[in-house]
């Protein structure tokens, strides 16, 4: 069946410019992730859904970062006034039970 | 100092070699622990989890835990150019929240 999927793969936003970038989990699957990869680095946790409640967001970096999953299916992460400290791959991922989260390809943003 | 340490690498070994790749971390509320593989410009993929201290092995990788050193392991056996990846340790506390705070990565090269 079909994994998790993300859009864009690829974003070039200029400095202030706003963004969203949208995540489709795996169907049915209840919790939802939203992940920061840096360069070199490994993926930090922004936030976490469960169905459309957002029950964690203590992993945002500022209050330009939003994220919303209205019907507890869609999710997306909006960014706004973009800086170049933005820069990273955004890794969504969901999960329906156990342990095993399954990550998207991840949206790789750009800020000029 | 980060809560997951991992040294980043790169690593480079012959195939058929075994390989061994560790972490160590800070926070004792850690009790699942998970080794994800992620190949370039994808999302990491679930290899295997334990939960709290012991071995696990599947095939040809084995994971290991000790919690009394806070130190974790994953050894490939007969590694083989298609491990070529890094790997990303990660570990969650035992609670309804699944976030996970991942380590750094280290880069394997399994050369022909």
């Known amino acids: 069946g079909a994994g ?7 974003k070039v936003a200029k400095r202030g410019q706003d963004v969203a970038l949208r995540c489709d989990p795996i169907s049915g699957h209840v919790s939802l992730f939203w992940y920061q990869q840096a360069l070199g680095q490994g993926p930090e946790f922004l936030t976490y859904f469960q169905n459309e409640a957002q029950l964690d967001k ?17 999710s997306t992460l909006k960014i706004q006034r973009t800086q170049q ?9 969901s999960l ?8 998207g390809p991840g949206t790789r943003l750009l800020v000029l | 100092q980060k809560e997951v340490e991992q ?8 195939e058929g ?57 994953l050894f ?6 298609s491990d070529s990846a890094t790997y990303l340790c ?6 309804s929240n699944y976030k996970l705070t991942f380590g750094k990565g280290t880069l394997l090269t399994v050369n022909p």
């Open chain 1, 58 to 74: 203590s992993g945002l970096p500022s209050d330009r970062f939003f994220a919303e999953r209205p019907e507890g299916s869609v």
């Open chain 1, 96 to 103: 329906l039970g156990g342990e095993t989260q399954y990550f």
């Open chain 2, 90 to 95: 990660a570990m969650r506390d035992g609670g």
């Open chain 2, 17 to 73: 070699a075994i390989v061994s790749l560790n972490c160590t971390y800070s926070n004792s509320a850690f009790q699942y622990f998970m080794w994800y593989r992620q190949y370039s410009r994808k999302g990491p993929e679930l290899l295997m989890y334990t939960y709290s201290s012991g071995n696990k092995e599947d095939g040809r990788f084995t994971a290991q835990v000790d919690k009394s050193s806070k130190y974790i392991s």
């Open chain 2, 7 to 14: 040294d980043p690498g790169p690593l480079s070994v012959p």
């Open chain 1, 85 to 93: 400290e933005d820069s990273a791959v955004y890794l969504c991922a």
């Open chain 1, 4 to 10: 998790v999927s993300q859009s864009p793969r690829y």
């Open chain 2, 76 to 81: 490939i056996r007969d590694s083989q150019p």
